[in-house]
Nanobody
Framework: QVQLVESGGGLVQAGGSLRLSCAASGRTFSTYRMGWFRQALGKEREFVAAHSWSAGSTYYADSVKGRFTISRDNAKNTVYLQMNSLKPEDTAVYYC???????????????????WGQGTQVTVSS
């Protein structure tokens, strides 16, 4: 099992920026597909962004495309989510997740992920 620890959440005004980090355990981090999901109060968990094996393989929810950027540093076993132009509707608990298995899978679906972090709160004030 992979352990994931998120950090970087907080309170920010609309239009501001935050960068979330997710540190992963394990010696084969470079083989994991990594994703970010979020869950607002009273709503279902939703896909935000994901990074597949290849450097150019990134995926974003339409609601964050052009504002959020997912990246990874395999040397540090860390995945990041840079969030710019934040809006009040981005307020949620943000979760980092990892796919460890190597089969083909839809990485925008939460059910495909093997490990989850504890979440970090992001609050955007208007």
């Amino acid at each position: 099992q992979v352990q994931l620890v998120e950090s970087g959440g907080g309170l920010v005004q609309a239009g501001g920026s935050l960068r979330l980090s997710c540190a992963a355990s394990g010696r084969t981090f470079s083989t994991y597909r990594m994703g970010w999901f979020r869950q607002a109060l009273g709503k279902e968990r939703e896909f935000v962004a994901a990074h597949s094996w290849s450097a150019g393989s990134t995926y974003y929810a339409d609601s964050v495309k052009g504002r959020f950027t997912i990246s990874r540093d395999n040397a540090k076993n860390t995945v990041y989510l840079q969030m710019n132009s934040l809006k009040p509707e981005d307020t949620a608990v943000y979760y980092c997740a990892a796919i460890i298995k190597t089969i083909a899978i839809d990485i925008t679906r939460a059910g495909g992920y093997d490990s989850w972090g504890q979440g970090t709160q992001v609050t955007v004030s208007s």
